[in-house]
């Protein structure tokens, strides 16, 4: 699958999910205050124009799939 | 397949398929979606349920009985073992058959169904719900309805479109992982559950058997916890403690909304039902029997709605899930948020205290009682759930 690094619109702290080691369990989508993730049965991204950057998703990912990027960079 | 259904309803769990049957089951047409190409699969579950949970709804059937439970253990930080003993108390379930089986049952009953269709809006009618858009087969669709009934599980975006609140906060979604690995020589009847700060801190750990030495391995966390340290490592840690050779035939991960039922489960054509409504025990995490008495009532009343042609009848479904299992999730919230403060020492007293009741008088409700014992306001909480 290609992966698909977004960046959410505010452009402050980022947000990065790695669809190649996600789990499509749906555990960040139900904590993301904004409805921020799209969730296929084997796709997922964040939808840029509705992230806020709270980091929720990050917190409750049991698998470390949902990370910051410190570095801001769009890949 | 039709553009245009009494009621429509999204996502095929255990819920789901209750919902599609017991309104089907008045003669209204249903349509039931599922975006996975599979019913009942993949499984993110530890799959133990209470015999009462399953007999409400279907008759026993081996094909998807993995193991028969009438023992659970009880496992303080300290290594401590309490074992309460019961007649028949459950099963562990093979969900990837049951869920198959339940989905049957409401096609049996009439419903309709369509796997790999990704629901991903509503249509509206004057304010109200009247159908839903999906993708299917990469072309967008949209079929309309009376009534939706959302059963999508634990991301619960559905009731969101419509205009309900269902974000799950994140301390109150228990993140969860869980292996089911074979070679694991634990009693095959027993379930076994392990507390305190080592190995799931705000909330358990698991290892319930599937039969012949296979057995799901696994816990749930609540996100204040995951966020400092992901549940992965808890599990990494146990296993290579535990079974470090065991070989592991699926890993999963996935999120348990323990929580009260959300403020309101029903609005203009719209209906929630399972994990999408909350309807999760948030004491055990148990959600499959709780989210097939909501589909169950959701859909009775549905279909009532739909033969009377009383569309605002849906809105007496939040009292009547209320009176059958939501004011009592509330009293098992109000207990699990004193358990959650729990020390590793006091569970190793409780379990000291638990040992003395002899095993043959040792009830679950006993045991929860010793845990309270010094919790006076939740004494009344679990004297309510236990002894009324
Ligand atoms: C690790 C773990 C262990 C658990 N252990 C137990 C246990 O031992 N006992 C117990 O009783 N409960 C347990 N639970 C809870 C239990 O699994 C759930 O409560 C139960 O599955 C809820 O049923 P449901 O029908 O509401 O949702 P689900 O079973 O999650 O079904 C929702 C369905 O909706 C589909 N869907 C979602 N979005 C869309 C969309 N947009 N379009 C179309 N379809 C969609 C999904 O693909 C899914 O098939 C556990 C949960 C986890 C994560
Ligand atoms: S950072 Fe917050 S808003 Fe953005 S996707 Fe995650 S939970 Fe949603
Ligand atoms: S919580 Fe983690 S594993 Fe689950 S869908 Fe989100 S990113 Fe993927």
Redesign the interface.
């Known amino acids: 699958m290609e992966l698909k690094y977004r960046q959410a619109k505010t452009g402050k702290l980022m947000i990065d999910i790695l669809p190649d080691k996600c789990d499509f369990c749906g555990c960040c989508v139900g904590v993301c205050p904004e409805d921020a993730i799209e969730l296929k049965e084997a796709e997922i991204y964040i939808i840029d124009e509705r992230c806020t950057n709270c980091a929720k998703c990050v917190w409750s990912c049991p698998i470390e799939v949902i990370k910051f990027n410190k570095n801001g960079v769009l890949f | 397949m039709k553009n245009e259904y009494d009621i429509i309803v999204v996502g095929a769990g255990p819920a789901g398929s209750m919902a599609a049957r017991f309104a089907a089951e008045q003669g209204v047409s249903v349509l039931m979606l599922e ?3 599979d019913v009942g699969y993949p499984v ?1 579950c530890g799959e133990a349920i209470s015999k009462a949970g399953v007999e409400e709804f279907i008759k026993v059937d081996s094909k998807w009985v993995a193991a028969e439970i009438n023992k659970f253990s009880l496992n303080a930080p300290d290594g401590s073992e309490v074992i309460v003993e019961f007649g028949d108390a459950g099963y562990v379930l093979e969900r990837r058959n049951f869920d198959y089986e339940l989905a049957r049952t409401a096609a049996e009953a009439g419903a309709e169904i369509l796997t ?1 269709a ?1 629901v991903n809006d509503l249509l509206f009618e004057n304010g109200k719900v009247s159908g839903v858009k999906h ?1 299917y087969k990469g072309e967008q669709k949209e079929v309309k309805s009376k009534i939706v009934i959302a059963a999508d ?5 559905v009731g ?2 419509a205009g309900l609140k269902t ?4 301390r109150d ?1 228990e ?3 869980q292996i089911t690995a074979a070679n694991i020589p634990v009693d095959q009847n027993t379930l076994y559950f392990y507390f305190g700060q080592q190995v799931a801190p705000n909330g358990y750990f698991w290892i319930f058997p599937k039969g012949r030495n296979k057995a799901n391995i696994g816990l749930g966390i609540s ?2 916890v ?2 400092k340290k ?3 490592y808890f599990l990494d840690e146990f296993m290579n403690k535990r079974f470090p050779d065991a070989p592991v035939l699926t ?5 348990v ?1 323990c929580s009260i039922t959300l403020d309101k489960i029903s609005g203009p054509g719209i209906m929630l039902v399972g994990d999408a409504a909350r309807q999760v025990n948030p004491l055990s995490g148990g959600g499959i029997a709780s989210g097939m008495i909501g589909g169950k009532i959701a859909g009775t009343i549905a279909g009532e709605a739909i033969k009377q042609n009383k569309p605002d009848h849906i809105l007496t479904y939040d009292k009547a899930w209320n009176d059958r299992l939501g004011k009592r999730h509330e009293t098992f919230n109000r207990i699990k948020e004193g358990i959650y403060n729990f020390s590793d020492d006091k569970f190793n007293n409780i379990a000291h205290s638990a040992l003395k009741i002899p095993i043959e008088k040792r009830t679950l409700g006993k045991v929860f009682t010793t845990a309270l014992i010094n919790n006076p306001s939740l004494l009344i909480d679990i004297a309510k759930v236990f002894v009324v």
Not at chain 2, 167 to 170: E, G, L, M
């Open positions: 975006k996975d190409r993110r790999r990704y993708e599980g634990v991301e619960s975006r969101r479109w974000v799950t906060d994140f979604m993140s969860a992982v996100g204040s995951n966020k992901y549940a992965q890993k999963i991960a996935g999120g909304p």
